[in-house]
Nanobody, 122 residues
Framework: QVHLVESGGGLVQAGGSLRLSCAASGSIFSINAMGWYRQAPGKQRELVALVNSRAVTNYADSVKGRFTIPRDNAKNTVDLQMSSLKPEDTAVYYC????????????????WGQGTQVTVSS
């Protein structure tokens, strides 16, 4: 599995911006998707943004136009740039990666970070 370390969480006012970062290490070969999920109190974990090795992105409707997901394949990092933050963005944000067999695209495994708290005040 891949070891993931998240950073950048904190408290921000509504309308502000915050940038999360995730660094991958360990068994980093064949990483395909990198991205972020989040879980708010009392709610299910949900996809925020994901980008695969071919730079195809997938964003939750609630964050489209406000969040971007820069990825640096050479450094094995993925960020989440969050702008125009809303109180409903408050959640624990989890970094995610999966790995595949490159010739067949068969999934090898998934890895999760420990999570970082983002709190947006009104």
């Amino acid at each position: 599995q891949v070891h993931l370390v998240e950073s950048g969480g904190g408290l921000v006012q509504a309308g502000g911006s915050l940038r999360l970062s995730c660094a991958a290490s360990g068994s980093i070969f064949s990483i395909n998707a990198m991205g972020w999920y989040r879980q708010a109190p009392g709610k299910q974990r949900e996809l925020v943004a994901l980008v695969n090795s071919r730079a195809v992105t997938n964003y939750a409707d609630s964050v489209k136009g406000r969040f971007t997901i820069p990825r640096d394949n050479a450094k094995n990092t993925v960020d989440l740039q969050m702008s125009s933050l809303k109180p409903e963005d408050t959640a624990v944000y989890y970094c995610y990666v999966d790995r595949v067999i490159l010739t067949t695209r068969t999934r090898v495994d998934d890895s999760w970070g420990q999570g970082t708290q983002v709190t947006v005040s009104s």
